[in-house]
């Protein structure tokens, strides 16, 4: 098969990081065609070697071939171009999302919603540092589903962590969010939250459980609000190799009080664990959260139904049955629904607070990427 260089961070997320003026699409291709050389460039640190230059985008956060499956043999490089369409929708939310920044609040409808949600959660997954450990039967952290592991690669023919990791990178791409939801409540309905939890943490996962990670993605999805943070004034996030999907915080002892997604220099897309709404901090002990971020204060959003805030629709959908809820989000009532998100504006110690996260995770093989020198000094 030919050598492909397939990102872990898509190229329009890194091109809002670009050294030198935007280009369009056709100024790009002119350019490439007439040089032969990738005209997009971006400041890029090397921690192990300790090297700052500056980076043509196409060679920076992928990895040759790491999305090929070699299993299809018509298209090896099918997973890849379903990457790139579901990319091509999240690019324009995130385009709209710039626009609608001196607004100071961004509406979404329900599958715009959906799509995001699942870019981001497929962008965790996707980090090629995963690849071979997500479904190694003998990592240590994998004990409770080692089990399952080896059940489901017997079923399936799968000779490889690697090639399971691809099977359900395949299904998180070819399954609609909503019917992932759906897969995942039949888990719920069957076993009830409670022992689910029980098998990720404690126990292990039974060998037979068809679409355990559905539920992954159910729990990702159903147990954190998102929200949209924005860095202060004169000020940038930055961006390393692991910033997808990077979790901070402690709450109760549990690890993913935020996850974090930066998207620009100006964005930070940040689910919130749901012990973090408001009406939520009356129940918490003191002390029960431990953060770096706990000075921010971002809002859930405000659904609007389309059918008014009771409308009949909403009557009879059961909010703690997770299948009534799925069957409600999947339908033609549920997809006219919109969310009104307030933008949390970052001030300048909190945006150096975040930055300072996001360097405290960087590893000793990983790397960073900035827009401008003088914001990276301050940070």
């Known amino acids: 098969p030919t050598i492909q260089y397939q990102h872990f961070i898509p190229r329009f997320i890194l091109r809002r990081f670009q050294v030198g003026p935007v ?16 005209p997009d460039y971006v400041h ?35 997973l890849e171009e379903k990457l790139a369409d579901l990319e091509r929708h999240a690019a324009s939310i995130i385009m709209d999302l710039h626009k609608a920044l001196p607004q100071g609040t961004f509406t979404l409808k329900q599958r715009s919603l959906e799509l995001l949600r699942k870019f981001l959660f497929i962008m965790h997954y996707r980090n090629v540092s995963y690849s071979g450990t997500y479904f190694q039967a003998d990592h240590p952290e994998n004990a ?4 399952w592991i080896e059940a489901f690669m017997k079923a399936k023919g799968i000779q490889s962590a690697v090639e399971i990791w691809l099977h359900f990178l395949r299904y998180y791409l070819d399954t609609s969010h909503s019917d992932i939801m759906r897969d995942a409540a039949e888990l719920v309905e069957k076993y009830g939250e409670e022992d689910l939890q029980k098998m990720m943490t404690e126990s292990h996962i039974q060998p037979g459980l068809k679409n355990f990670p559905a539920y992954t993605y159910h729990t990702h999805a159903n147990n954190y609000f998102f929200s949209i943070w924005e860095a202060a004034e004169g000020e940038e996030f930055i961006i390393t190799h692991n910033a997808f999907g990077l979790w901070e ?17 100006r964005i930070a897309l940040v689910l919130c664990n749901v012990l973090l709404r408001p009406e939520m901090k009356g129940y918490i002990k003191p002390g029960a959260f431990v953060s770096s971020l706990l000075n921010v204060n971002p809002t859930p959003p405000t659904p609007i139904y389309a059918s008014g805030a009771h409308g009949a629709h909403i009557d009879h959908v059961n909010f703690r049955s997770a299948m009534s809820l799925a069957r409600y989000r999947s339908s033609k009532k549920g997809e006219n629904d919109s969310f009104v998100f307030k933008i949390t504006k970052l001030s300048r110690l909190q945006t150096l607070e975040f930055n300072s996260v996001v360097l405290v995770n960087v590893t000793k093989k990983g790397s960073l990427t900035f827009l401008s020198r003088q ?5």
């Open 23 to 38: 280009k369009s699409k056709t100024e790009r291709q002119r350019e490439f065609r007439r040089t032969g050389v990738d």
């Open 44 to 78: 890029y640190y090397d921690v192990a070697t300790g090297s700052l230059d500056i980076r043509p985008i196409g060679k920076v956060y992928g990895v040759p071939n790491v999305y090929q499956d070699v299993r299809n043999t018509h298209n090896i490089n099918k």
């Open 375 to 379: 914001s990276m000094l301050r940070t």
């Open 144 to 147: 409770g589903g080692r089990q």
């Open 249 to 265: 915080g402690l709450g109760g002892g549990c690890p993913g009080l935020h996850r974090i997604f930066v998207v620009s220099p």
